[in-house]
DNA sequence: AAAAATTTACCGATCGTTCGGTAAAATTAC
DNA sequence: GTAATTTTACCGAACGATCGGTAAATTTTT
């Protein structure tokens, strides 16, 4: 294979949250994977419809890997957030990297891929509240806290595209970071 | 004229919100503005990205008109505030609609309209900076407040979208008002 | 009747997609 | 073990549809 399955999920990611995925063409897909259109549907019958899905699917699966598990594991707790906040930093690309949820929540792509987006968010949020619970909030307040976490990374994200400043979403993390553990 | 300027430019806002601007096409403008094409062409010859460019514009001189120069007035600062978030919960329509800053802020369109965007966004954090200084708070926590108004509206919205939930929106809103003036 | 606004009819370019085919790797048959 | 076969990975060329955009004709307004 020239271009080997993590290589192209890596580029495939890359695209659609840049370009967003009605922005997306198979043209700029060819030029930034490295395979030619016809080579692009041999791996995805489906087409762009189908390259999204993985995308967005395969970043279900490493919040799940990265983040949910984390939070439900047998860490003490001050390694689980400090683990929780390098991987969102990693998700995130330090905030070069869009959010494929904010991105794909949007247009035509809104429709096919809200109810996934939707779920996931539930998820990584749920989890995260979670981990607040251990710190020592009640059931409710560990929700809200931690849905408030996921609104501000979000802000914060839309604030570094729209201002071009990646400080907006660093400097969060690492506020929080010595909020939490001092 | 069929479609007078302040409804298109009504209907315009609503598919550049909705659609993202990759995501709009010409087809779905002549169908939601109820002009053809052709006729877009003669108010707009620059086509699409005068389209946008003129709808940003407008979103632009309507914070200023309905949002900024409230904040630099000379109303009590109670009053101040209340328009301020009732022209919020106006803007983005309780929710429903969009916010075309961060719509804008991918892709081709990003390119485009950054520049734009930046300005508009600072100008209405300072604003609201100013107001906050009217509550007693010194220059830069009124400043950080405000940021973090916007990015908490920011992200708010992305969760409305992503979540199908406008109550992200109303109840921030709702809460901020009741902190704010007890 | 003149001017402005809208429409029909069209354009080349690009869209996502498919087809026909090649080279090489993997599998099967002998 | 090697020859025959199938499968995998890829690509150039073309598809119909739609893209953004334009010129000329028609309708509406004044």
New interface residues.
């Given amino acids: 294979m020239l271009v080997d399955s993590e290589t192209l999920l890596k580029r495939l990611k890359k695209v659609f949250r840049?370009?967003?995925?009605?922005?997306t063409t198979l043209s700029i897909l060819e030029e930034h994977v490295g395979l030619k259109k016809a080579s692009l549907y041999h791996r995805f019958p489906g087409g762009k419809k189908e390259m999204a899905t993985y995308v967005l699917d395969e970043v279900g699966k490493w919040v799940d890997e990265n983040v949910v598990s984390v939070c439900y594991g047998d860490l003490p707790k001050e390694q689980k957030l400090l683990k929780v906040l390098d991987k969102t930093y990693e998700m995130y690309e330090g905030g070069d990297a869009?959010?494929l949820?904010?991105?794909f929540?949007?247009?035509?792509s809104?429709e096919m891929f809200?109810t996934t987006?939707?779920k996931q968010?539930?998820c990584m949020i749920k989890a995260i509240a979670h981990l607040f619970e251990e710190f020592g909030e009640n059931k409710d307040i560990a929700l809200r806290k931690s849905t408030e976490f996921?609104?501000?990374?979000?802000?914060?994200l839309?604030?570094v595209?729209?201002?071009?400043d990646v400080s907006?979403f660093r400097d969060y993390l690492e506020e929080f970071k010595h909020e939490m553990l001092g």
């Avoid at 840049?18 to 922005?23: Q, V």
């Avoid at 595209?161 to 071009?164: E, K, Q």
Wanted: charged residues 15%; neutral net charge.
């Fill in positions: 840049t370009y967003g995925y009605e922005g869009a959010c949820w904010r991105v929540s949007l247009g035509e809104l809200q987006v939707e968010i539930r996921m609104i501000t990374i979000q802000g914060r839309v604030m595209s729209a201002m071009n907006y």
